[in-house]
């Protein structure tokens, strides 16, 4: 939870089968949904609009200012990004979790100077997650900044917890954090899974790092995702923007959202920007939704 000229129109294009990124000057091109379609799967698209309002606060103009915002993650167990609209010049940047990060650069903006950039994305979305490789479990099963697995009280209601099968261990820990955390309403700073646990409340964020933590214990691979929640297509506040867990088992990410007591999505609702890692692996280091290089404010 983070805190009118147009320039030019460009839509950046995801190359089906290739893995490539490319920005092409126009609004019409993009990959047939077919292309990344499962043929066994049943499959939606999703459109998000965001506006972004750029402004310079200062008497003066200011120069080389740089923003990056999270766009959906390219690929995932139930998500493909397709396109992602802009209506000003960018880049967009992977990384190895799969993000999307959007560059957008502004050489100059006059005193006092607003600027407003439109974003699209167009999602499609499946009905139940795709298989989907792991990679290295340990990323997924260590103790870390605000997921505490090793803290003995986190381990000793993982223990409880715990069942035979990954599933219903799983269950068990969605069914113990939806029923024993309140919800105060929204906190502006990440507490994490051990403030959750002592408290016994907290907002999505600790929702979502407690479940995590719990599963982590159980040597379930388990993260934090952040997004969006919508069952249409939507131009989401910047309120609306909600933190989940994914738990990993069967070969599949699965969604577990405690807060909204949604257990195994639907998976066509959950639209992931933002996998948490403690360490950062992009430009936009370990801020949730933006960073700003520069003295622009900007308003989402």
């Known amino acids: 939870m983070d805190r009118r000229s147009v320039i030019s129109s460009a839509v950046t294009r995801f190359v089906g089968g290739t893995g490539l990124l490319a920005s092409v000057s126009t609004w019409s091109q993009e990959v047939p949904a077919a292309k990344l379609r499962d043929s066994q ?9 965001f506006t972004l309002t750029l402004s310079n606060p200062h008497g003066r103009s200011i120069h080389n200012q740089i923003i990056w915002i999270y766009m959906p993650a390219k690929r995932s167990s139930t998500q493909d990004l397709l396109a992602i609209e802009t209506s000003t010049p960018n880049e967009v940047i992977g990384d190895a979790l799969g993000h999307s990060v959007l560059k957008l650069s502004f050489t100059e903006l006059p005193p006092l100077a607003q600027r407003v950039v439109s974003l699209v994305t167009r999602l499609e979305l499946q009905a139940r997650p795709r298989p989907m490789a792991l990679g290295n479990a340990e990323d997924w099963l260590k103790d870390e900044m605000f997921t505490e697995v090793n803290n003995p009280s986190i381990v000793a209601l993982a223990k409880q917890l715990k069942a035979t099968e990954s599933a219903q261990t799983a269950r068990n820990i969605y069914d113990w954090v939806s029923s024993n955390i309140a919800y105060p309403g929204y906190i502006a700073d990440d507490l994490g899974a051990l403030y959750a646990l002592k408290e ?64 195994l999505g639907p998976s066509t609702h959950y639209l992931a920007f933002r996998y948490f890692r403690a360490t950062s692996l992009s430009p936009i280091g370990l801020a949730h939704r933006f960073k700003i290089q520069g003295d622009i404010n900007v308003h989402m």
């Open 41 to 49: 799967n049943v499959s939606l698209t999703r459109q998000l609009r």
């Open 200 to 263: 016994r409340k907290g907002d999505c964020t600790e929702y979502a790092f407690l479940v995590v933590a719990l599963a982590r214990a159980c040597q379930i691979p388990a993260r934090m995702v952040g997004g969006y929640v919508t069952d249409r297509d939507a131009a989401p506040r910047a309120d609306e923007y909600h933190n989940w867990a994914e738990l990993y088992w069967s070969g599949t990410w699965n969604i577990i959202d405690a807060l909204k007591k949604n257990w």
